[in-house]
């Protein structure tokens, strides 16, 4: 039967509900009833919908913590920012000064785990090879080119490791490490009678600590500017920062580091340090300085603000932060840089 034939039923939608108007009886009752299923049904898509935004909202917080974790750890573990396990913290009584406006605990020198990732070595201040850590840089295990024999602190391997997966991902294939740790004999060897700008007197290389790596292009050899101005040199310079690595000796800083430039000379310091270094143009010289001077800086990085902090040995003890991770260097100069968060 054609809808448009029968005076019930509207002709626009068809319905019965339209329908339904030609009867009062039904009027009264099945729109009541629609308009009951109607907010049933609402309601049911209105609780979905909230509940799916909060298991949404669930997730998204649980991913943010566990990126936040996930984050921080392998930079804490590379960066040598560990929770040092120094014990029970004393009464409150005997709670002193980190740094201005920290509380600290006294502990004596001897019993704090010295990193000395950020050991101030040049021709002012002088250092004993260290070859207690050394791990061989050979490959296979790391991808990093290499020749036998050669030896950083783990740390640094691990940095210079993770610098060398990038930069072939980057497209470079050629990096090649020409020198890491290095003995008094061999500094003695290579500085001869002291001619060669690049060489330091032995005990005042940074080799010495097995923190330094020097970096070329394989068949680049040693030509400063060529380095330089090579697209491997300029990565290396941007980038090294993000392993914890700094180019030690850059352009024009010489009056400063007592060294020419050196393009290939990477020493590990650590991400936060690196960071901070790089972002603000300063030499090691310079940012050691900086915290010496101010006592504490702060350095935003990752998510997470680290308190950077001086402190002179005091009657053999310092004063490690109140219930905070934190990591301590010597400086080789003065006294002691915590790093603590
Ligand atoms: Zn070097």
Redesign the pocket.
């Known amino acids: 039967m054609n809808s448009r034939m029968d005076p019930r039923i509207n002709p626009r939608t068809n319905s019965r509900r339209a329908n339904s108007r030609a009867n009062p009886r039904t009027y009264s009752r099945r729109p009541r009833r629609v308009r009951r299923r109607y907010s049933r049904t609402g309601l049911i898509i209105i609780a979905v919908f909230f509940t799916a935004i909060g298991v949404g909202i669930f997730f998204m917080i649980a991913n943010i913590i566990t990126m936040a974790f996930n984050s921080n750890s392998p930079e804490v573990v590379e960066a040598g920012l560990f929770d040092n396990d120094y014990g029970d913290y004393p009464p409150e009584e005997e709670i002193t000064e980190f740094a201005p406006g920290i509380p600290g605990v006294p502990m004596r020198v001897e019993d704090i785990n010295d990193t000395g990732y950020l050991v101030l070595v040049n021709r002012q201040h002088a250092i004993s090879p260290n070859s207690n850590l050394l791990v061989p840089l050979s490959p296979p295990e790391i991808p990093v080119r290499t020749i036998v024999g050669m030896y950083l602190h783990p740390t640094a391997r691990q940095a210079v490791a993770d610098m060398f997966s990038s930069s072939r991902r980057a497209g470079f294939d050629g990096l090649f490490v020409t020198?890491g740790y290095r003995g008094y004999a061999l500094q003695t060897e290579l500085y001869g009678d002291g001619d060669d700008a690049y060489v330091l007197p032995p005990g005042h290389s940074?080799?010495h600590t097995g923190l330094?790596a020097?970096i070329l292009v394989l068949d680049m050899g040693m030509g400063v500017e060529i380095m330089a101005n090579s697209p491997e040199g300029h990565w290396l310079a941007d980038n090294s920062y993000r392993y914890g690595l700094i180019l030690r000796y850059p352009r024009g800083s010489e009056p400063i580091t007592g060294v020419p430039f050196?393009p290939?000379?990477f020493r590990y310091v650590g991400r936060v340090h690196a960071y901070y270094m790089h972002r603000n143009n300063l030499v090691l010289e310079e940012y050691i300085q900086l915290i010496q001077d101010r006592g504490v800086i702060n350095i935003r990085h990752g998510g997470i603000t680290y308190y950077v902090a001086f402190q002179e040995v005091q009657d053999g003890m310092l004063h490690i932060p109140y219930g905070m991770n934190f990591a301590v260097s010597n400086d080789n100069s003065r006294g002691y840089i915590f790093t603590a968060w």
């Open positions: 020198s940074e080799h330094a020097d050196e290939w000379h």
